[in-house]
């Protein structure tokens, strides 16, 4: 049986998502307009709306203070 630590989901700060989106839509202006430049665009637009949910935010991401203890 797994343990609880296992189980347990990552927690972020708002500015390790803002750095993970603002990395990712820079990565997708290296490729040329199409296909892959649209993925990554995608997946930087639903962080961005993961950071506008109160609820999710509350589940997955700690005070900027508690990460640096």
């Given amino acids: ?3 609880q630590d296992r189980m347990q ?4 700060t708002m500015d390790d998502l ?3 989106r603002r990395g990712i839509l ?18 930087a637009l639903s962080l961005r709306r993961l950071a506008r949910n109160r ?11 508690q990460a640096a203890e």
């Fill in 18 to 20: 803002i750095d993970a």
């Fill in 26 to 43: 820079r990565y997708a202006r290296t490729f040329p307009p199409g296909p892959e430049r649209n993925q990554h665009r995608q997946i």
């Fill in 55 to 65: 609820n999710w935010l509350n589940a997955h991401t700690v005070q900027a203070t």
């Fill in 9 to 12: 989901e990552p927690l972020y």
């Fill in 1 to 3: 049986m797994p343990s």
